[in-house]
């Protein structure tokens, strides 16, 4: 199974960009990357996923390196309310996620 | 837009009584799961169920069982609850079908997540 790496908290000031990194070197092929966050224990929230081409939408741009073995979650922005746990996971064959532990980031005025 | 909804919130049992969380979603989805997520750490999955009849065992499946009603609704049972299964459960949900990932409207789509339900066991 293909599992990630990321650093357990991070901190970023308002209004400036947040990048969140994840390794997942044991990729496969075809496995897709995704990212979560989960605010105060509510349900986590699906944030963008992408195969191996930058991504980007409403919430935030995904860049995946050219080999896969990394990725960063990009919050161009980030206000107070994008304080949250970020997961990145990485689903097997049968679209199981399997969930780390995560990157708390803490979004500071 | 109701998407994953998990019934009840919150829930406090004694160690050997037994209760069924409800999960039902509105979006027509293939596939559901359920998740344990336990203080400080991430989610574990529980069971899975690809589609309506079919269900499997995830990371944790012991001390649960899980029935497939209909395509809306997926229920987690504990027969005899035991202080270590103090948790929060999550029911997601998705249109993907485990194992059909060839099919490029359907294969990657993420999975959708309820609010949980605290569950303490005393």
């Known amino acids: 199974d293909a599992k990630t790496t990321q650093p357990p908290s991070m901190d970023c000031a308002e209004g400036r960009a947040a990048n969140l990194p994840c390794n997942h070197s044991?990729?496969?092929?075809?496995?897709?990357v995704y990212w979560y966050r989960q605010i105060h224990s509510q349900g986590p929230q699906y944030i963008i996923h992408?195969?191996?081409n930058n991504e980007t939408n409403e919430m935030a741009s995904l860049i995946i390196t050219e080999d896969r073995k990394s990725s960063t979650l990009i919050l161009p922005h980030a206000t107070l309310r994008d304080t949250a746990v970020y997961y990145c996971i990485v689903r097997d064959n049968f679209n199981k996620f399997y969930f780390g532990s995560g990157t708390k980031l803490n979004v500071k005025p | 837009n109701a998407g994953v909804t998990q019934t009840p919130k919150f829930q406090v049992l004694k160690t050997g009584q037994s209760m069924t969380l409800q999960c039902a979603q509105d979006m027509n989805h293939n596939s559901m799961y359920w998740y344990r997520q336990d203080p400080g750490m991430g989610l574990r999955l529980i069971y899975y169920?690809?589609?309506?009849?079919?269900?499997d065992k995830g990371e944790v499946p012991n001390g649960y069982n899980v029935s497939r009603l209909n395509k809306r609704e997926f229920s987690l049972r504990l027969e005899s609850a035991a202080p270590s299964q103090t948790s929060v459960y999550f029911c997601?949900?998705?249109?993907?079908?485990?194992?059909?990932?060839?099919?490029?409207?359907?294969?990657?789509?993420?999975?959708?997540f309820g609010d949980g339900t605290r569950l303490s066991i005393l």
């Open positions: 992408g195969l191996k």
């Open positions: 044991t990729i496969s092929g075809n496995e897709y």
């Open positions: 169920s690809a589609s309506e009849g079919t269900t």
């Open positions: 997601a949900s998705s249109e993907a079908v485990p194992g059909d990932f060839d099919t490029i409207s359907s294969g990657n789509q993420p999975q959708h």
